[in-house]
């Protein structure tokens, strides 16, 4: 015999939902073994603990930097934790200086160098290059002048000249890798146990004292090295209009930057990865002009120089003059490193400079104990659940807890995936959030419970009971499960830190509720509908129509059960089950029914329901007396 319409149906949404598992957990289990991902979400700083980072200000003339100073740099800096994947990081302000970050677990190189880095960019350009150990006299090229600033005071250009001078002598001398220990470079066979590191720009100060005079190093030469064994010497920064109060071409003019494959010249996207940047109007005017000074230059001279925090990031060739503001920076940039370049310049320059003053490791604020009670109270939620719901439904509870095991799974599956991919972390508010999703899934199971109920004790069958109560349920289920998805969002938008993640899996859990009531919850009671425990109200099953008071017949005849219960025996089992349905039926009663019985109307005699006589267990048989007054009161209505 073939399946009805909704059998097939519930087959259908029971082989979606397994294929959705079966996806999550094989992409999980291909993590564990080839992508680096754990079997268990990673926890956040309340519950694992993880590394603080304190960072100094430091303005140019050593005052405390501005509240909005301080405010500004603390929102560029959840911005930069942020778009590095790390979540639930927490980020303060201490004293009137200083701004600690606190990440979870073990941050990344990347992660911590995106951190300290102050993403200060300027656009220099190149006076000599030579390679990163040579030592090789150069000389000066056609353009290597300090540039004279309109408005500025004489004593500050006389110390500004003396300081590029001193600079520009240090160029041939300087070298690129220096001992760490800032010792001299050994050689023969003491060389190679000597550890080095990138040596530091000159100067590496925001400002250098020349002859009692605080100049600029945005108005100095610059020796800085790349990242391809080069070191350079730079010129200053340009200034708008050539003037001393005039605007640097720095990080402050980018209005956006972003990564992205490179285009090739028939217009393919190529396996390049580059960052776009794009001026603003006065980055756009001041870029024309450098790019129409050095496309007429010869090597060196005409290439400018994009300097990252004393760093040279890549040193390219001016080969056209732009006009538009829109510039590519190119080189030999992974996904990873454009996307990280493409982030800390799109944040902008912070408005104050910062040191790392300390960085250590941290303990968790809360700790495993705290965990360990975070999940006992789940657990204790999730048993009262299951206790209620068998004391409730019977065995229609079984499926409320089938339901909720799924919903666990998946939204363990989904937790640790995103933990993985996205760096997600679950802290004890996260975890708070799951446990009150135990509730909302059982809610919407009572919901839709109740509304099977419902039909059944208006005198229908379980089949179109399930069918029926389910349209009227998922209206409840929706308006409900949106309102609390709506809540999250709010909350997710506008908080941070904790309740953030409490919003996050609130959300997360919202919508693995939908997919598990309607893949699985109703599909499967289309199933049981069909069998016999079921459809024929076995007294277990929680479905039988005599247990829930079915002496109600349709909203339009007044129901007396009632006079039933009166005449029964006292005590009988006919009179407690009388008393129940005469209970229900009171219940149930429309507006416009207490009317009419409080008017005094009467039905005919055939309204009259005896809940123990349509009771179908209910073997007692009928008396001649009762068959021979049924049969007359039917031959008088044909009549």
Request: net charge negative.
């Amino acid at each position: 015999m073939a399946a009805s319409g909704p059998v097939r149906q519930a087959r259908k949404s029971l082989i979606w939902l397994g294929v959705v598992i079966v996806a999550l957990a094989a992409t999980l289990g291909g993590g564990i073994l080839w992508g680096g991902a754990s079997a268990t979400p990673k926890l956040a700083l309340d519950l694992q603990g993880g590394t603080e980072i304190v960072l100094a200000a430091q303005t140019e003339d050593g005052s405390d930097p501005s509240a909005d100073q301080m405010k500004q740099a603390q929102s560029i800096m959840r911005q930069r934790v942020d778009a590095g994947g790390v979540s639930e990081a927490e980020i303060t302000t201490q004293g009137g200086r200083n701004i600690v970050i606190s990440l979870p677990g073990d941050p990344t190189d990347e992660q911590l160098q995106r951190i300290r880095s102050s993403a200060k960019l300027e656009f220099r350009r190149v006076w000599r290059s030579a390679s990163a150990t040579s030592t090789t006299p150069t000389t000066a090229g056609a353009t290597e002048k300090v540039p004279t600033l309109d408005g500025e005071d004489p004593a500050v250009t006389a110390a500004r000249t003396t300081a590029s001078n001193d600079i520009i002598a240090q160029f041939d001398a300087y070298s690129c890798v220096v001992p760490v220990d800032g010792s001299a470079a050994a050689s023969g066979d003491d060389a190679s146990q000597q550890q080095y590191k990138m040596a530091d720009p000159v100067p590496n100060r925001t400002s250098v004292d020349a002859d009692g005079t605080s100049v600029s190093s945005a108005d100095l030469p610059k020796i800085a090295c790349s990242a391809n064994g080069e070191k350079l010497l730079l010129s200053p920064v340009d200034r708008q209009d050539e003037k001393a109060d005039g605007a640097l071409l720095d990080g402050e003019q980018l209005s956006d930057a972003k990564a992205g494959q490179q285009a090739g010249q028939n217009g393919t996207v190529t396996n390049n990865w580059v960052v776009n940047i794009e001026f603003n109007d006065i980055g756009t005017d001041m870029f024309h002009k450098v790019t129409s000074d050095l496309t007429s230059q010869t090597e060196p001279a005409n290439r400018f120089a994009v300097v990252l925090d004393g760093q040279v990031i890549v040193a390219p060739t001016s080969n056209a003059i732009i006009t538009d503001g829109r510039a590519q920076i190119s080189g030999q940039f992974t996904q990873e490193s454009s996307q990280t370049l493409a982030d800390q310049l799109k944040y902008g320059a912070l408005p104050i400079s910062f040191d790392v003053q300390s960085q250590n490791k941290i303990t968790p604020t809360l700790g495993s104990q705290q965990l360990v009670y975070g999940l006992i109270a789940g657990a204790i939620g999730l048993l009262a659940v299951v206790v209620y719901s068998l004391f409730q439904y019977r065995a229609l509870g079984l499926v409320t807890i089938v339901s909720l095991v799924l919903a666990s799974a998946i939204t363990y599956l989904l937790v640790t995936l995103m933990s993985w991919s996205e760096g997600y972390r679950l802290s004890l508010a996260g975890i708070a959030g799951l446990i009150v999703a135990i509730g909302i899934t059982a809610d919407s199971f009572i919901v839709y419970f109740e509304r099977i109920r419902d039909e059944l004790r208006d005198g229908s069958t379980l089949i179109p009971a399930v069918e029926i109560g389910w349209k009227r349920a998922l209206r409840t289920i929706l308006a409900s499960d949106t309102v609390n998805f709506l809540a999250a969002a709010v909350l997710y938008l506008l908080a941070v830190g904790g309740v953030q993640g409490f919003a996050f899996t609130l959300g997360l859990t919202t919508i693995v509720d939908l997919v598990v009531v309607m893949l699985f919850t109703h599909p499967m009671m289309q199933l049981l509908s069909t069998t016999r425990f079921f459809g024929e109200g076995h007294h277990f099953s929680g479905l039988n129509p005599q247990m829930l008071g079915n002496a109600y017949r349709g909203r339009l005849n007044l129901d007396f059960a009632a006079r039933a219960a009166e005449s029964a025996e006292p005590g009988s089992r006919k009179a407690k089950k009388s008393r129940r349905a005469a209970g229900e039926a009171e219940r149930r009663l429309t507006i416009a029914e207490r009317k009419a019985r409080a008017a005094g109307f009467e039905p005919h005699p055939h309204d009259v329901v005896d809940p123990a006589e349509s009771d179908p267990t209910n073997d007692t048989p009928k008396s001649a007396a009762q068959t021979d007054s049924a049969a007359d009161e039917k031959k008088g209505e044909q009549r």
